[in-house]
């Protein structure tokens, strides 16, 4: 899906390292303690101990440097690890866990509890809690973990959207940057310019690149990320593609000296934020005009107002992809682009013209087309806020082909892996048998859609099809409709128990019976309980203490 947090890692962290600033500040920092001790990787090592302090040690800024932060390293693969600090007081020493679990509160936690055993020389406590985290398998979202007698947190749950006050880089950022420059800023990302955050407060320096990243979602920031850059990479701020960087201001007047090039400045400590770019003004009226009214009116409330604010704005400029997307027999589903935009108005039009080619939203289609070739479908949030809302128009044709797909073509075409899979078996054998007729039904009702919107009348001709039945194929017919209802919401589980259906006397139903299960984009939209019936779904809770 273009994420690039990796997924399920084989340790709750990487390393831990305790980094110390000599005094001489033309020499490089270095690891006084590690655990484990026989890790390996000097790289990693290296490069950690640069991003421990980003910032000239010697400004008077410094002063104000004395809590947690985060940078960020990418592996081979294009995964974050995380680098989770604590600076002391003085900012000459650094307190860092290494994780590929953006885990942010639990680290910081668990950081200054750490850093307290060190300032007591309680050396046994201090082995013990990090043996236990290192040991401990990776558990699941939600699950309480307990280190110690006095040591424990709530695992927290990714999936779900982040919420004030739990989420310490969302509060923070919404606290710090004003609702005009939140939307500049998402704007700008959503354009993929180069973005470059400053401030002099690393917390929330580092906290402002992850949240107006986070805002984003369902998409993924692909580019150059870097929360906080260390001095001896500053050059990345004169790099010709997109960007998202964030610099301490102590090192900012060296940054404004370079030969910047259609940079988006943002200034934390002052609020203010410079571009030359119309980004915010080439964003559709409508939506822009609907995301500010609710990010002002959740201004002071707490929980996921916020980020449901972004989500929406995300679902309205892009749910409407399910209408583009093209499936045929035997076939691979595909994404047409030229569909995905000629159906909307034209202002939103001129929008996703450009956002066809951004990197972000590439990535996207392509995880949701994997997702839906391979036969494991998704379930998501902003696949639940598509669901529930009402944007570009109504997408019946997907609602109808979805499930065909989950019991057809996308089994059929993963034929072995879902042989493979003895939780799947029962759902490829139901597959195997209906995926035909159920595909050539959605394209029967597509092809009656299409003439009808060119003005040829297909409804006369349905009528006198179905009134020429016999009693026989109707009983038929109306047995193949109740197999084809979706088995379950997920594969692999149980068919939940139908509500019993009062059958009318008679070997034949009535026309208009018949007719009533295609119902009308407006009867769609008039009936919103009809959208329940799309496989995606999300249930998960997250406790933070």
Not at 212 to 219: E, G, K, R, T
Not at 393 to 404: C, I, N, P
Not at 527 to 541: C, E, H, I, L
Request: glycine fraction near 4%.
């Amino acid at each position: 899906m273009g994420s690039r947090i990796k997924e399920n890692p084989e340790k709750v962290f990487e390393v831990y390292a305790e980094v110390t600033h000599p005094e001489a500040t033309s020499s490089d920092p270095e690891v006084r303690r590690q655990f484990p001790e026989d890790y390996s990787d000097q790289e990693v090592l290296q490069t950690l101990t640069k991003f421990c302090f980003p910032f000239y040690v010697d400004s008077l800024a410094v002063s104000q440097v004395g809590q947690n932060f985060t940078f960020v390293l990418t592996d081979i693969d294009s995964k974050q690890r995380f680098g989770f600090c604590r600076l002391s007081s003085g900012a000459k020493t650094c307190f860092c866990i290494l994780s590929y679990l953006p885990w942010f509160e639990v680290f910081y936690k668990l950081l200054n509890i750490l850093a307290e055993y060190t300032a007591k020389g309680q050396s046994c406590q201090w082995k013990e809690l990090l043996e236990t985290l290192y040991n401990l398998p990776l558990p699941e979202p939600g699950s309480t973990v307990h280190l110690s007698v006095h040591s424990y947190f709530t695992t927290p749950d990714t999936r779900e959207l982040p919420s004030i006050p739990e989420n310490r880089n969302l509060t923070e950022y919404f606290v710090a940057v004003d609702v005009n420059n939140m939307l500049h800023l998402y704007a700008s990302m959503l354009y993929e310019r180069r973005v470059l955050i400053s401030c002099s407060k690393l917390s929330t320096l580092t906290a402002c690149i992850h949240g107006s990243a986070a805002m984003l979602y369902p998409m993924f920031w692909q580019h150059v990320y870097i929360p906080v850059l260390p001095p001896h990479l500053l050059d990345y701020c004169c790099a010709p593609m997109p960007y998202l960087i964030g610099v301490h201001s102590s090192l900012m007047e060296k940054v404004r000296n370079m030969a910047l090039e259609d940079v988006v400045i943002l200034n934390v400590d002052n609020n203010t934020l410079e571009t030359q770019f119309d980004d915010l003004q080439s964003l559709p009226n409508d939506v822009l005009s609907t995301l500010k009214n609710r990010l002002k009116k959740v201004s002071t409330t707490t929980g996921d107002g916020v980020a449901r604010a972004f989500l929406k704005t995300q679902a309205s400029l892009f749910g409407s992809y399910r209408n583009a997307l093209k499936i045929e027999p035997e076939e691979p589903i595909t994404f047409n682009e030229d569909v995905f935009v000629s159906h909307r108005s034209s202002a939103m039009r001129q929008f996703l013209q450009n956002a066809i080619q951004l990197q972000l939203f590439k990535q996207f289609i392509d995880g949701r087309l994997d997702l839906l070739n391979s036969g494991e479908g998704f379930s998501d949030v902003f696949e639940e806020e598509i669901n529930n809302g009402e944007y570009a128009g109504s997408d019946k044709s997907y609602h109808q082909w979805l499930f065909t797909v989950k019991k057809g073509s996308g089994a059929i075409i993963n034929t072995m892996k879902t042989k493979a899979n003895p939780a799947m078996k029962t759902v490829y054998k139901f597959a195997k048998d209906h995926a035909k007729m159920g595909i050539k039904e959605v394209k029967n009702r597509l092809k009656q859609k299409e003439m009808a919107e060119n003005g040829y009348s297909v409804a006369g001709e349905d009528i006198h099809q179905k009134s020429i039945t016999s009693p026989l194929s109707e009983k038929k017919e109306g047995k193949q409709r109740e197999d084809r209802r979706p088995i379950t919401v997920h594969f692999g589980q149980a068919r939940p128990p139908r509500p019993a259906v009062k059958k009318p006397r008679g070997n034949a139903l009535p026309v208009e019976a018949r007719m009533s299960s295609i119902s009308s984009p407006e009867q769609s939209e008039a009936n919103p309980s009809k959208r329940d019936d799309v496989p995606f779904s999300v249930s998960a809770t997250q406790d933070l203490n």
